[in-house]
């Protein structure tokens, strides 16, 4: 059965859409060192899921990963984590996006410019002085987790070729 082909029941693709969220709960629990908490390994299950199943199970795995992610730091950028979890969904739909029309490493670089570029939406909590200090640090997390999915992505695509 072919991951992109659509081959299978809704009730697997909610069940798979929940153990990635699952996931994406212990991933929260593995923090990249940065100034705002939030920042973990929380988004490689989003990343997985987006190439494997598609964009809405992209959209929905990224954001619960990021609320999850920022509900153990004790959400340190307040309301605004709304908005980043909206800005994670728009990761993991366009990640599956582009990984069908043109592939897989270019759906990841795709997803890791969004991510980096939400540095943004800390702004009205830590100012325009943050993005030279928080930008390096969301890329190369955002680089990591997509860097995990795709390695898996690719493996278990291989394993289930042969």
Not at 68 to 78: H, I, Q, T, V
Request: with cysteine; hydrophobic share 55%.
């Amino acid at each position: 059965m072919s991951p992109e082909k659509g081959n299978y029941s809704k009730t697997r693709l909610i069940s798979e859409t929940a153990l990635f969220s699952a996931l994406s709960g212990v991933g929260a629990m593995i923090p990249v060192p940065s100034l705002v908490g939030s920042v973990a390994l929380d988004s490689f299950p989003g990343y997985f899921i987006a190439l494997w199943r598609g964009s809405l199970s992209g959209a929905l795995v990224c954001a619960i990963g990021h609320l999850l992610s920022a509900w153990r730091a004790s959400f340190p950028l307040g309301y605004l984590h709304v908005p980043v979890a909206l800005l994670m969904a728009l990761v993991g739909a366009t990640t599956a996006a582009v990984k069908r029309k043109i592939g897989v490493i270019a759906g990841l670089t795709a997803g890791i410019s969004i991510n980096t570029a939400g540095v943004v939406l800390a702004v009205p909590t830590m100012g325009w002085g943050i993005l030279p200090i928080f930008t390096p640090i969301l890329f190369v997390a955002s680089l990591i987790n997509a860097a995990i999915a795709g390695i898996i992505y690719e493996a278990i695509k291989r394993i289930m070729k042969s």
